[in-house]
Nanobody, 125 residues
Framework: VQLQASGGGSAQTGDSLGLSCTPSGRTFSGYTIGWFRQPPGKEREFVAAIKWNSRHTYYANSLRGRFTISRDNDKNTVSLQMNNLKPEDTAVYYC???????????????????WGQGTLVTVSS
């Protein structure tokens, strides 16, 4: 499945931004969709994930409460709402999907077989 990530851009500290991830050619049914980010000069890290069918969500502990992942069945889209942005949220954000993932691997990038192209979020102070 090909993933298209959109949204992002530039923001100031305290602003909100939203990202969206949409698959091409199929639905997300049966998939786990994750958001990861890669800050400049750092490794890719887990942000949040959602199981499409159950809507069960998972978050990086440090981002819980500021970031919200959700699904829109009508639009076949997974969104990431980012509130109270901080400069350390600056990163390229990627959506990823897996049709078969075990719960213990949800936060691991290599557990996902499909990746979007990434979208840059820049937060200035």
């Amino acid at each position: 499945v090909q993933l298209q990530a959109s949204g992002g851009g530039s923001a100031q500290t305290g602003d909100s931004l939203g990202l969206s991830c949409t698959p091409s050619g199929r639905t997300f049914s049966g998939y786990t969709i994750g958001w990861f980010r890669q800050p400049p000069g750092k490794e890719r890290e887990f942000v949040a994930a959602i199981k499409w069918n159950s809507r069960h969500t998972y978050y990086a502990n440090s981002l819980r409460g500021r970031f919200t992942i959700s699904r829109d069945n009508d639009k076949n889209t997974v969104s990431l709402q980012m509130n109270n942005l901080k400069p350390e949220d600056t990163a390229v954000y990627y959506c990823a999907a897996s049709s078969s993932i075990i719960q213990s691997s949800i936060r691991i990038p290599r557990a996902y077989g499909y990746w979007g192209q990434g979208t840059l979020v820049t937060v200035s102070s």
